[in-house]
């Protein structure tokens, strides 16, 4: 007996087999990194847009007090780990000087035409120790080569650019959006460039990448790359259980959002939309918590500073965070298990807060148990798992029971095949299905005890656990309170009247209430407003409607003014960018002239016939 047992430790000893497709060292590497900032800092910045057409003017950048490193200082104070800056939107604006395109930061008066925005936030990123990261759009509405083969030679040039100038890239961004309709050069077309994995020609741009940058995370590139989009830009992964192993390939995923809900841009009074700092805990464990790392957007305003209220909300959750990882109830607990295999694989390896070592049973063992013994009682309502996701992803689903009042009481479900947690549902009490990475599961109320249980109850092969933590979640932190600049440029509604289609809706337009909206079944339809004296306006902002649904979300426009009610002049017309993943506020600038009616014409809609506004305001020049 005594002698079997030598023998099966030594022989059980060894590692397993990597299980599937693992994640290579770079993708290690930056799934540890969590979360990380986006700054969206360009000409939209300057004209209220979250997509700009591409003929902007590039004499409008011209930030009076920018300061890379006060920025970098504060992402860097809240926790973050990095930061990835859209070095190039749709717009094609280069806000670096690059031999590729006229249509760069060269050309604006900041710093005299010698600056580099791109360059300033390397620099602070790297004298901060700090990842920077880029992104660089493929759509390009400014050039006059795209959608033809000549834009190719200016996208790989730009790659070239900011992969060879600028120092280490952890990350690069490749998005997928691509409208159609833009400036193109002075053409004003509507460009289709088929598909976008053929025409960018994504397997060699990855090929380039790869020699100019081995160690850089590629975002996108119609999953050619290292991570793709966890499928929504309100920061959460939109499934869970959720599988890095996909195919033969291991694709981390990213969730995106901004801090702000008025979009990825800096716009004019957008301090009072800030995000609160609960929620921002929530799109955290709807994204980190589900085994996704979270990229979080704070955009520069006109001056080059970051809101202030964003930043307050920024830093209240960073507190929050940081509360909640402080202390790790299960650190040095006591582990028995059903089985391992040899003592370097027990079950101690999870709480020893290193994340390398793990514990694993025999090979074949898919739904071995493991029992926690903590040094005194403590109460948490967290539970946070992880996988040694080197040896690939293994497990389906887990249970988690404690010991209170004299028995087992189960605190985490077990998952069943076939469910699925999506949006922020499921945040609290959400079941246990795959671990990866890491899986954070807040529990519907705290849990006091000494003895915790894990079951993994699927598996693919042997599970490799290297932590089990119970944390505790702190009470949520308030934004630090900063004065809502309201926008001194919306006129007030008060007495106006209207007219046209569903006319007797078109109130709930400028109620100042997201949640009640101008409607009417048909496409195109307008309304009519009667500001009943003359007002000087240059710009209109339009939120689409918030209920969630996109059918009938209005999507093109035409807006008309007059003097006499009579006679209409059309001063703006086109398309509201992005709004299917980020229905948020967006505002039209005009040259300013002076009306007394104006017509909103909604011309093309989302998914199916019908308008809809939730809300529009009127601007009127302010300085
Ligand atoms: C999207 C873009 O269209 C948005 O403007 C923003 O840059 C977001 C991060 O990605 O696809």
């Not at 939209?44 to 003017?57: M, P």
């Not at 920061?235 to 195919?247: D, V």
């Not at 305003?301 to 209240?316: K, N, Q, S, T, Y």
């Not at 229905?583 to 300013?592: G, K, L, M, W, Y």
Request: aromatic share 12%; charged share 20%.
């Amino acid at each position: 007996m005594g002698l079997l047992s030598v023998g099966t430790i030594m022989q059980a000893a060894e590692a397993p087999e990597p299980f599937g497709p693992v994640p290579t060292e770079q993708q290690v590497k930056w799934l540890r990194m969590e979360w990380y900032a986006f700054v969206h800092f360009g000409l939209n910045t300057y004209t209220n847009k979250e997509w700009g057409y591409g003929d902007e003017s590039p004499a409008m950048f011209n930030p009076s007090d920018f300061d890379a490193e006060a920025i970098v200082k504060t992402f860097k104070g809240a926790g973050m780990n990095g930061m990835i800056y859209t070095a190039k939107h749709h717009d094609g604006f280069c806000t670096w000087p690059t031999q590729s395109t006229e249509h760069n930061i060269t050309l604006s008066p900041w710093k005299d035409g010698k600056g580099d925005v791109v360059r300033e936030f390397a620099n602070a990123c790297k004298k901060h120790n700090f990842a920077f990261g880029t992104y660089l759009s493929p759509w390009d509405r400014n050039c006059a080569e795209y959608g033809k083969p000549g834009y190719l030679d200016v996208y790989y040039k730009q790659i070239e650019e900011l992969l060879t100038n600028y120092g280490p890239i952890f990350e690069i961004w490749f998005d997928g959006a691509m409208g159609g309709d833009g400036y193109y050069g002075g053409a004003r077309q509507n460009r289709n460039i088929g598909k976008a994995d053929t025409y960018y020609n994504y397997e060699q741009v990855v090929k380039n990448i790869r020699k100019l940058q081995p160690d850089c995370i590629i975002w996108g590139a119609a999953g050619r790359g290292d991570v793709t989009w966890a499928g929504s830009e309100k920061g959460f992964a939109k499934h869970y259980p959720l599988w890095n192993a996909q195919g033969d390939k291991w694709l981390s995923l990213e969730a995106d959002t901004p801090i702000n809900h008025r979009g990825w841009f800096w716009h004019p009074g957008q301090g009072a939309n800030v995000k609160k700092p609960q929620h921002l805990m929530e799109v955290y464990l709807s994204s980190v918590g589900r085994g996704a790392n979270l990229i979080l957007n704070l955009a520069p305003d006109r001056d080059g500073h970051l809101d202030p209220a964003d930043v307050a909300a920024l830093e209240a959750f960073g507190k929050m965070r940081s509360k909640l990882l402080s202390k790790d109830y299960a650190l040095q607990a006591k582990v028995s298990t059903s089985e391992s295999r040899g003592r370097k694989f027990d079950g101690s390896q999870m709480t020893d807060g290193d994340i390398e070592s793990y514990w694993c049973p025999n090979d074949g063992t898919t739904t071995p148990t493991a029992e926690l013994k903590l040094a005194r009682p403590a109460t948490f309502d967290v539970v946070r798992l992880r996988e040694q996701i080197r040896l690939g992803q293994r497990v389906e689903a887990f249970k988690v029971e404690a010991w209170v009042d004299g028995k087992w009481q189960t605190i985490v479900e077990p998952g069943q095949p076939g469910e699925k947690e999506t949006g922020f549902n499921g945040v609290r009490g959400g079941k246990g299905h795959t671990i990866g990475h890491q899986v954070m599961r807040w529990l519907p109320q705290p849990v006091t005890t000494d003895r915790v249980r894990l079951s993994i109850t699927r598996a693919k092969a042997c599970p490799c656990i290297s932590e089990f933590s119970l944390l505790r979640m702190p009470a949520a932190e308030q934004a630090k309170s900063v004065a809502a600049q309201g926008d001194p440029s919306v006129l007030n509604s008060k007495g106006w009247t209207f007219s046209g289609f569903a006319a007797e809706l078109a109130p709930l337009a400028f109620d100042g209430n997201p949640a009640t909206m101008w409607q009417h079944s048909k496409t195109p339809s307008h309304f009519v407003v009667d500001m009943q004296k003359t007002h000087v306006l240059n710009a209109f902002s339009y939120l689409p409607r918030q209920d969630g649904k996109t059918h009938g979300m209005t999507t093109r426009y035409r807006v008309e003014l007059s003097l006499d009610g009579k006679n209409w002049k059309n001063v703006a017309e086109g398309e509201f960018g992005n709004l299917r993943a980020n229905p948020v506020e967006q505002t039209i600038s005009f040259p300013a002239q002076k009306a007394r009616y104006l017509r909103f014409f909604s011309t093309a809609a989302l998914d199916g016939s019908g308008s809809s506004v939730a809300e529009l305001k009127l601007h009127t020049p302010t300085k």
